[in-house]
């Protein structure tokens, strides 16, 4: 008999802790399914969805309206034409900026170009303000970039 008791005492442990062990809450979510958790239900969730709450625990509030309406489709669709209007601006000018450099460098290319090709010696000033002789394997190099520079001319 003391058996039998100790069995009987033991099956009503193991129903009392799975009864704390049941989920706390119950709601339905947004595609209608129902959720049970030991967590409450997203910020949010309508008080008529949710279907078990703790005792003496009140479901929690829906979080405040934004203060500021969002814009309608018509603003923001203008602010997005004045935005890409704005862009297609700076990238033509990034463009002419670039197509200018570019006539510029070709022109000094040109004109590096017919230098290096005279037959005569080329003279420059150092940093420290001495002239120097361009050797031949400087004019082979320089002829050389000048070249590449101007095949993209």
């Known amino acids: 008999m003391n058996a039998r008791w100790l069995r009987l005492l033991g099956a009503g442990a193991l129903a009392l802790t799975s009864l704390l ?7 339905l979510d947004d595609k ?11 910020p949010g969730t309508p008080a008529s969805r949710i279907l078990k709450a703790p005792h003496g625990i009140e479901p929690a509030a829906a979080p405040a309206a934004p203060a500021a309406p969002t814009p309608d489709w018509k603003k923001r669709e203008a602010d ?3 935005r890409s209007a704005q862009r297609d601006k700076e990238e033509r000018e990034a463009d002419a900026k670039r197509s200018k450099e570019r006539v510029a460098q070709c022109t000094w290319a040109r004109s590096a170009q017919k230098q290096l090709e005279a037959s005569r010696r080329l003279q420059w000033k150092n940093e420290k303000g001495e002239q120097e002789m361009m050797s031949d394997e400087t004019r082979v190099r320089e002829q050389q970039r000048v070249q590449q520079i101007l095949s993209n001319c």
């Open 21 to 27: 062990a049941q989920a706390q809450y119950s709601w």
């Open 32 to 42: 209608g399914a129902r959720v049970y958790s030991d967590r409450p239900p997203p």
């Open 80 to 82: 997005y034409r004045e």
